[in-house]
């Protein structure tokens, strides 16, 4: 459309845009920061994870991938790993569940568009505050004589106080339970957006054929938003491997390192046991797993583009 | 099912009656289902919103009151408290001016570099631009933590651990990306007759940039801004390893100190928390409908 509309221009007044290489200019300024702030920072965590680095940080001589080695021996990181996925599993299902269902609630078309757009603004609240005033509001909730324990003891279910962040059963879920809690507004709108753009007619071709509610759901709405349903889950997957802040104020790897995820794990080599080479060889490793994810998710995101 | 009701209905002769009751029990069972669903869609947006209306809450209580059982739902007693307790600690108030100087540092330079980039990326057509996008797009898929040592080593060998401006650069790196995107996208949905209109009328091709296109493409701005404002704001990650002192430190390290005390103070905890979640407030009263537009934005991915 656009182009056309250039095409016209340029036919029209027999102007020409000057060079396409001035477009450079523009993008240069992002592009040198990128380099220097991303790009070599990464570099030098790869060239750590395979030289001698000393505690100050001082990179020395070629260490024979010792540290690479010791990545597939460590029972800890490897632990730490199975730690991440769980958490992130958790997550995703969770948000992915109800940021689902909340979406398809709001799309229904006989509520009041005022009401809507009112329960959907509330709703995004979540996604909007720091990690740090979550990790304190869940905090207070969670508390041994939180409002969750006191709930659940006024309904009978519990006679003793859950310690949800200090008991090693429950810490994990408990945090991925907040890690959602935070996503679910995302996946909302996200979804919501796919659905609004399902064209109107393919709802109405289903009433004239006679199709219900629940087929035209199994067989437009949800075959239409599952490519969405899927990038999304991979972003947040993607997230909940790399999320460090919540894990970090919450429990910092507690109660007796059950929720010692990678990342956590990353920080506690590189800043608690100084260890810097192998921290980056962790961090490096994180980095390849998440690009992999990410090269899943640009191919798959190229083909759910409900936005368009 | 809808078909075969249809089909089976001429086979059986209806009365006036049965038809109206039919129609009425149709309707009847509607209404349930939009009861329920109306129902299930306050609840859990109520449950949505309860951990921030119950740290409000939080903030205007004492911890006996926060922590009895069963716990009162409003405060018994409001009382200030927690909030004189802030203001008689100078390092809350220090970390907080941090907050609002680098937040302000990080959304200049982002949208600054991601205008001038975004606007290369949607009206040239560069050789390598596509890869370059999907390697900025990318950067939304990168955990932070992997970059935390080399950060660490870099400012600390530049001298820059424990400044503001390291902080900045820190941040900057992981939210400009976004803000490309943003602002290609922005930019894409304005024709580029406008900007060549004024340049064959004269402009050089910056004055176009700045009277004709930088007007036109305000409401992305200001999504833009909002993203890179609150992205710094509520960072916490980088804020926590790349400073030390109050004399750096911003807002969501002090609240993430609480944690680490023996007994966590939690009506002022919560005050300190409100009072850090007043930019957000402000945005999310008067400029909700950019908040929303940034957030889809950013993942457009086209």
């Known amino acids: 459309?656009?182009?056309?509309?250039?095409?016209?221009?340029?036919?029209?007044?027999?102007?020409?845009?000057?060079?396409?290489?001035?477009?450079?200019?523009?993008?240069?300024p992002a592009i040198l920061f990128l380099l220097?702030?991303?790009?070599?920072?990464?570099?030098?965590?790869?060239?750590?994870?395979?030289?001698?680095?000393s505690t100050t940080g001082k990179i020395g001589a070629w260490n024979n991938l010792a540290n690479w080695l010791r990545l597939f021996q460590d029972g800890v990181f490897l632990h730490a790993v199975g730690l991440s996925l769980q958490f992130a599993v958790m997550g995703t299902v969770g948000s992915i569940v109800f940021g689902l269902i909340l979406a398809q609630l709001l799309n229904l078309r006989w509520l009041p568009p005022g009401l809507t757009n009112l329960l959907r603004g509330l709703a995004v609240l979540p996604w909007m505050f720091a990690t740090a005033v979550a990790a304190l509001m869940w905090g207070l909730l969670l508390h041994r004589d939180g409002l969750i324990n006191a709930w659940l003891n006024l309904v009978k279910l519990t006679h003793v106080?859950?310690?949800?962040?200090?008991?090693?059963?429950?810490?994990?879920?408990?945090?991925?339970?907040?890690f959602a809690w935070r996503v679910i507004p995302f996946i909302m709108v996200m979804v919501l957006a796919g659905l609004k753009s399902i064209p109107q007619d393919l709802y109405e071709a289903a009433a004239v054929d006679g199709a219900n509610t629940w087929q035209v759901y199994w067989r437009i709405t949800l075959p239409l938003v599952m490519p969405l349903i899927l990038t999304l889950s991979i972003l947040t997957f993607v997230w909940g491997v790399g999320q460090y802040d919540?894990?970090?104020?919450?429990?910092?790897?507690?109660?007796?390192?059950?929720?010692?995820?990678?990342?956590?794990?990353?920080?506690?080599?590189?800043?608690?046991?100084?260890?810097?080479?192998?921290?980056?060889?962790?961090?490096i490793a994180v980095f390849l797993v998440n690009t992999v994810c990410a090269v899943i998710y640009l191919y798959l995101s190229r083909r759910a583009r409900p936005w368009d | 099912m809808g078909l075969m009701d249809t089909v089976a209905a001429p086979a059986e002769p209806r009365t006036e009656a049965s038809a109206r009751r039919l129609r009425w029990t149709a309707r009847?069972?509607?209404?349930?289902?939009?009861?329920?669903?109306?129902?299930?869609?306050?609840?859990?947006?109520?449950?949505?919103?309860?951990?921030?209306?119950?740290?409000?809450?939080?903030?205007?209580?004492?911890?006996?009151?926060?922590?009895?059982?069963?716990?009162?739902?409003?405060?018994?007693?409001?009382?200030l408290q927690a909030f004189q307790y802030l203001l008689g600690e100078p390092r809350y108030l220090k970390m907080l001016g941090n907050s609002y100087l680098i937040s302000t540092l990080v959304m200049l330079l982002s949208t600054g570099l991601a205008f001038l980039a975004g606007y290369g990326f949607s009206r040239y057509r560069l050789w390598g631009g596509e890869a370059l996008l999907l390697v900025t797009l990318f950067s939304q898929m990168f955990p932070q933590v992997s970059l935390i040592i080399p950060y660490y080593n870099i400012l600390n060998r530049l001298g820059l651990y424990d400044t503001y401006w390291g902080?900045?650069?820190?941040?900057?790196?992981?939210?400009?990306?976004?803000?490309?995107?943003?602002?290609?996208?922005?930019?894409?949905?304005?024709?580029?007759?406008?900007?060549?209109?004024?340049?064959?009328?004269?402009?050089?091709?910056?004055?176009?940039?700045?009277?004709?296109?930088?007007?036109?493409?305000?409401?992305?701005?200001?999504?833009?801004?909002i993203y890179a404002f609150l992205g710094a704001w509520n960072e916490y990650t980088f804020a926590v390893i790349l400073t030390k002192t109050e004399a750096a430190s911003p807002i969501t390290v002090g609240i993430g100190e609480f944690f680490g005390l023996f007994t966590v103070k939690w009506s002022q905890m919560s005050a300190l928390a409100l009072v850090a979640s007043v930019p957000l407030m402000i945005i999310f009263v008067f400029l909700q409908r950019y908040l929303m537009e940034g957030m889809v934005a950013g993942a457009v991915n086209r």
């Open chain 1, 161 to 178: 106080p859950i310690l949800f962040v200090g008991n090693p059963n429950t810490a994990l879920a408990s945090l991925a339970a907040v």
């Open chain 1, 36 to 53: 220097v702030f991303t790009v070599y920072p990464l570099a030098q965590a790869a060239v750590m994870s395979v030289t001698q680095v």
């Open chain 2, 167 to 225: 902080l900045v650069l820190a941040d900057t790196s992981f939210i400009v990306p976004f803000c490309i995107w943003m602002f290609k996208n922005y930019l894409d949905s304005i024709p580029p007759e406008l900007e060549e209109a004024a340049m064959v009328d004269g402009a050089s091709r910056l004055t176009a940039l700045w009277r004709v296109v930088l007007p036109l493409t305000l409401p992305g701005f200001v999504a833009t801004a």
């Open chain 2, 28 to 79: 009847g069972s509607e209404a349930v289902v939009r009861v329920i669903s109306l129902l299930v869609l306050v609840v859990l947006v109520a449950a949505l919103l309860l951990p921030i209306l119950w740290m409000a809450l939080a903030a205007f209580k004492n911890d006996i009151e926060l922590f009895h059982s069963p716990p009162p739902l409003l405060p018994p007693h409001p009382t």
């Open chain 1, 1 to 28: 459309m656009v182009n056309s509309n250039r095409m016209g221009l340029k036919r029209l007044t027999g102007w020409r845009p000057r060079g396409q290489s001035v477009g450079y200019l523009y993008v240069l």
């Open chain 1, 246 to 283: 919540l894990i970090r104020i919450i429990t910092g790897g507690g109660p007796i390192d059950t929720t010692q995820v990678v990342s956590f794990y990353i920080y506690r080599i590189g800043f608690l046991t100084l260890d810097w080479g192998y921290g980056a060889t962790i961090s």
